[in-house]
């Protein structure tokens, strides 16, 4: 990513991104591998989750969970 794009122009190409790539796991080739259902509920979790951190004030943590593309495997924790 450039160095120049200010932390919200870089996390909003991160989401685009995320987004994507879940709509190719959910309509491309993937679709057939996992079922529907628990796609939608593990990103459900995960971007709760990265709600939460911004919602603490966690900023870098939830890019640093964005950017790491693992945001959707995130198991629910306890509310920090």
């Known amino acids: 990513?450039?160095?120049?794009?200010?932390?919200i122009a870089r996390f909003?190409?991160?989401q685009a991104l995320e987004e994507e790539?879940?709509?190719?796991g959910l309509?491309?080739?993937?679709c057939?591998?996992?079922?529907?259902d628990f796609i939608i509920k593990r990103m459900e979790q995960g971007a709760e989750?990265?709600?939460?951190?911004?919602?603490a004030g966690k900023h870098q943590?939830?890019?640093?969970l964005v950017e790491s593309g693992a945001w959707c495997d995130?198991?629910?924790?306890?509310?920090e």
């Open 49 to 55: 989750r990265i709600l939460q951190l911004i919602e």
């Open 1 to 7: 990513m450039n160095g120049n794009k200010s932390e």
């Open 21 to 24: 790539a879940a709509r190719l």
């Open 12 to 14: 909003r190409e991160q």
């Open 74 to 79: 995130v198991q629910e924790t306890p509310h």
């Open 27 to 30: 309509y491309g080739l993937a």
């Open 61 to 64: 943590e939830a890019q640093v």
């Open 32 to 36: 057939g591998i996992a079922r529907h």
